[in-house]
Structure formats: structure tokens, C-alpha cells
């Protein structure tokens, strides 16, 4: 049986393996590896990040919108993400905070999505 997310230890074992996946994965891993020249501050980041958000630990610092407003990302891009992220907390993980950290994921891609998309103008937007 698994066990459920319960502290950092946990957050570093899904984000190490989250981003295994994404550093191999044919449609985001370029993306990510041309972007990211050194994954160890990046995956500091990520753990401060999701002990903050999962947990309410103070210590992330940063603007992730940011981060990723310039990168040539879209809905498939974010459909992808979601997979490996969902499929890498259901390997490891069940329960309440699991399940919670899913659902965070969701809303941090279709905020993400729909910035971009009105960035760029969206699909039914023209910018001149």
C-alpha cells in the first residue's frame, strides 16, 4: 500500500522523479534541457515550491509564470506535463495530500495556459 504525501522527503522523491521523466520525455524534455543548464537550483526550487504550496512552508522564492512566459510552450506542452506529473504521484503516492497535489498541478497549468494564451494573443485574438 502506499503511503501519502507527508513532508519534504516525499517532495523530493516526487519532483526527482517528475523530472527524470521530464528530462527524457520526446515533446518537453528539449524544451526543459535547453532551458535549464543546471537541474540542481532548479530542482532546489522545485521542492521549495511544493513544500510551499502542498505544505505552507515559507522558503520558495521566485515567479514561475515568468520562468516559463518565453518558452515555446503550448496546450500540448501542458497536457504532457500534467501526464508525467500525475502518472509520477500516482507511482509513488495515494491519499489526501497526493490527490491535492494533482489537483494544484491542474490549476497551475490552465493559469499558466491561459496567460500564455493571452500573451499571444489566444486562438481567437489577433494582435497588430
Not at 17 to 28: R, S, T
Not at 99 to 121: C, T
Amino acid at each position: 500500500m502506499k503511503s501519502d504525501i507527508t513532508n519534504r522527503d516525499d517532495i523530493v522523491l516526487f519532483v526527482n522523479e517528475f523530472y527524470g521523466k521530464v528530462q527524457l520525455d520526446d515533446l518537453i524534455g528539449p524544451i526543459f534541457n535547453n532551458a535549464i543548464a543546471d537541474w540542481g537550483p532548479h530542482l532546489e526550487k522545485m521542492y521549495a515550491f511544493w513544500n510551499a504550496a502542498l505544505f505552507g512552508v515559507q522558503g520558495f522564492k521566485g515567479n514561475p509564470f515568468a520562468k516559463h512566459a518565453p518558452l515555446p510552450i503550448g496546450s500540448e506542452h501542458f497536457d504532457r506535463w500534467l501526464l508525467l506529473f500525475g502518472q509520477t504521484i500516482d507511482e509513488n503516492f495515494e491519499g489526501k495530500m497526493a490527490g491535492e497535489a494533482k489537483k494544484r498541478a491542474r490549476l497551475m497549468g490552465a493559469m499558466f495556459l491561459s496567460r500564455l494564451q493571452g500573451l499571444n494573443g489566444g486562438d481567437n485574438k489577433v494582435i497588430v
